[in-house]
């Protein structure tokens, strides 16, 4: 889901934090009284990834979700490390993320959903995907504004038609172009998902989350699109910084070739 900025304040000077919550709707208990805590080495599995674990957290107003026990919280916990452990403890630190919630029946602006990221806080429904949790961080990390070079990408008669958590503001032509790309079909190929055709941002994290997931046999969706095979470069690229993946990830973690030229740099 497309990044919220700016709606859930965090204390100042909370260098890296990682608040792994049962869920809660604003102002709640974090568990229930009869829950016991979280064991021990849950915060200590997270400080190794530089940021802190507590079970106490305040929802942005359009979110909600309900609490989850100790048992299946810690269940989710090992799961949500283990995939993380993949992108490497230097990504999840210089992605600066500081706040992951566990929920059940989550939903956004009354909408059930997988997930949702709010500058650096990720709130996840019970039983996610490790691609709803790489899209979701991959949020976190990509605050650029709308790129000219990442839309270049797309074949010109390509227009994103926004989604129901971020409708689009189209231009009467616009939507038709909209109606015309569905009827036909012909952008399927280019984009990993019906909702990677949103907006640029979830197309970026869309396009991420599968590389990862997927590794070698994305290549197969690259076969069939060179739009595709450009936008793995892009993602490859921006990724590149030694701070971040590094340039020999890709080969070394997901069987992909090594990222090459500056495809993801800002414009």
């Not at 021990?40 to 106490?56: C, E, V, W």
């Not at 500058?119 to 790489?134: E, M, N, P, R």
Request: with cysteine.
């Amino acid at each position: 889901m497309a990044d919220r900025k700016n709606v859930l304040r965090l204390p100042a000077g909370a260098a890296a934090w990682l608040l792994l919550a049962a869920g809660m709707l604003a102002g709640a208990p974090a568990t229930p009284a009869a829950e016991k805590p979280i064991d021990h080495s849950y915060t200590q599995t997270a400080r190794k990834f530089g940021f802190f674990l507590n079970q106490k957290a305040i929802f942005p107003e359009h979110i909600i979700g309900h609490p989850i026990g100790t048992e299946k919280l810690e269940g989710e916990l090992d799961r949500f490390f283990k995939i993380v452990d993949h992108l490497t403890v230097s990504f999840i630190k210089a992605s600066r993320l500081n706040t992951v919630i566990v929920v059940d029946t989550l939903k956004v602006d009354g909408m059930g959903a997988a997930g949702v990221a709010c500058g650096k806080l990720i709130i996840l429904q019970a039983g996610f995907s490790a691609h709803t949790v790489y899209h979701e961080i991959f949020h976190v990390v990509d605050e650029r504004p709308p790129a000219k070079s990442w839309a270049k990408l797309n074949p010109k008669t390509f227009v994103y038609k926004g989604s129901v958590f971020a409708p689009a503001n189209l231009t009467a032509r616009k939507k038709t172009q909209v109606e015309k790309n569905a009827a036909s079909g012909d952008m399927s190929a280019h984009f990993i998902s019906d909702y990677a055709q949103s907006n640029e941002a979830e197309d970026r994290a869309e396009t991420f989350a599968a590389m990862v997931c997927e590794g070698p046999s994305f290549l197969k969706r690259c076969e069939r699109s060179e739009v595709m095979t450009k936008k793995m470069e892009y993602i490859k690229s921006m990724t590149a910084k030694q701070s971040l993946l590094g340039r020999d990830y890709w080969e070394k973690h997901c069987n992909l070739p090594q990222a090459s030229g500056s495809a993801g740099k800002k414009d």
